[in-house]
């Protein structure tokens, strides 16, 4: 997994995973592997699900990549504490999937909590893993 800063502001992580060294076939499998992670957990909560692909393409200005087959976004909350308003701005979470030719690229913003973080990092490295059950 990598972690860099995005535009020189955003810290990401990110893992781009051959489709030969994963046991998912798609998107769609990913997102829900990734949604019973979320499920499983006892203090996330799923909020929804995004296919940011079927929203670009509709739009005329919308543009693709080339290489993007599939962009989807699962989207989440760890927030145990509002201790004020402005942690609102770094809420909710969320994890973008996408689908390449031969690979999957899987990213999500560094998040303040350390908790989160941990969770997010091992839900996205064991889609390499041959286990079905979330890290």
């Known amino acids: 997994m990598q972690q860099f800063l995005l535009q020189e502001k955003y810290p990401v992580y990110s893992l781009e995973v051959p489709k030969t060294e994963t046991r998912f076939t798609d998107v769609d499998a990913i997102i829900a ?10 203090i996330a909560r799923l909020i929804a699900t995004f296919d940011h692909f079927e929203h670009t393409t ?4 919308g543009e693709i990549a080339h290489d993007i087959l599939a962009a989807k976004h699962i989207i989440f909350c760890f927030g145990t504490h509002l201790p004020n308003a402005h942690v609102m701005a770094v ?3 969320s994890i973008g999937v996408v689908e ?4 999957f690229v899987v990213t999500f913003l560094e998040a303040p909590m350390p908790l989160a ?6 839900w996205v490295r064991a889609i390499v ?7």
């Open 91 to 93: 809420r909710p979470r």
């Open 100 to 103: 390449k030719p031969d690979s």
């Open 33 to 42: 592997y990734l949604n019973d992670c979320v499920s499983e957990h006892k």
């Open 129 to 135: 893993d041959v286990a079905d059950e979330c890290a």
């Open 58 to 61: 509709a739009l005329p200005e």
């Open 117 to 122: 973080n941990l969770a997010m990092e091992s």
